[in-house]
């Protein structure tokens, strides 16, 4: 800015060095009115360009300052309502003699107790999106039916029809998802196989055992998995997922799961 400025001077000087040397006054004076005038609007629209980086720079700073301020109010308030709760269950006990400190202790129970719960509906969200990749991949469907979180794999991409045998496609599948299981130490899958209705029903239910066993012992034997965390079951035809008189529907329903089973020790300990 100075040095524009500058120039706008020298302009000035060169001017004034000349009007004596047949340049008429109209054009000298008018030459000045120019340098002037744009001298002014540059002081001007510096001036507005410092005030606007200021006006930014302060907002920044205050929704800092507001988002802190609004996390401490949100502690504070958290605070003091537990110190409520509890002098509450203090004065309870103390007034209401036993009674009072039977339900004081029922209220501390169950507070612990949900907290235990909050801990184990973690890990299960922690492992449903330890899982997201290979679901977003189309390698296996997660979802959460009849109280567990269900890992389940695909029948025709696992086996060939009526057979236990693992495919060599289904190899990798097993082998990321053993990488998985194995960084949620202490939980506990069982891997259930499913049948469509075709068939015998004692043939379906040996041949759901069997493809349940082919997957735990690839996850034993090739990946890594602990066996302790693993149990096998299955289930035969009886529990469809989708209409057995549909050919997409009997596909659907040939499949192996890993059911999340769910700590109750932790529950009730």
């Known amino acids: 800015m100075r040095s524009s400025l500058l120039i706008g001077s020298v302009v000035i000087a060169s001017v004034l060095a000349t009007s004596g040397c047949g340049i008429p006054k109209d054009k000298h004076y008018a030459a000045l009115e120019a340098e ?29 300052k507001d988002y802190a301020d609004g996390q401490k109010i949100r502690s ?28 004081a202790k029922c209220a501390l129970e169950r507070s612990a107790l949900l907290g235990r719960l909050n801990a184990i509906q973690a890990v299960t969200r922690k492992v449903r999106e330890s899982l997201k990749s290979m679901s977003d991949a189309g390698k296996l469907q997660v979802k959460l039916e009849r109280g567990f979180l269900i890992i389940g794999l695909q029948g025709d991409i696992l086996f060939d029809t009526g057979r236990s045998k ?10 990321e998802l053993g990488e998985i299981l194995k960084k949620t130490p202490g939980r506990l899958f069982q891997v259930a196989g499913h049948t469509d209705s075709t068939g015998k029903d004692d043939r379906n239910w040996r041949l759901s055992i069997d493809r349940a066993w082919a997957v735990v012992e690839f ?51």
Request: charge should be positive.
């Open 76 to 103: 504070d308030k958290l605070e003091r309502a537990l110190q409520t709760t509890r002098k509450a269950l203090a004065e309870t006990a103390v007034k209401g003699g036993k009674k009072g400190k039977a339900l």
């Open 166 to 175: 693992l495919k060599d496609g289904a190899k990798p599948v097993l082998l």
């Open 219 to 269: 996850l034993l034997k090739e990946a890594g998995v602990p066996g302790q965390v693993l149990s096998v079951g299955g289930y035969g035809s009886w529990q469809p997922t989708a209409d057995n008189n549909e050919q997409s529907g009997r596909a659907t329903n040939r499949r192996v799961e890993l059911l999340l089973i769910p700590n109750l020790t932790e529950l009730f300990k």
């Open 36 to 64: 002037r005038t744009r001298s002014a609007d540059e002081l001007e629209q510096a001036q507005k360009a410092a005030q606007a980086k200021w006006q930014a720079e302060h907002k920044k700073l205050k929704n800092i």
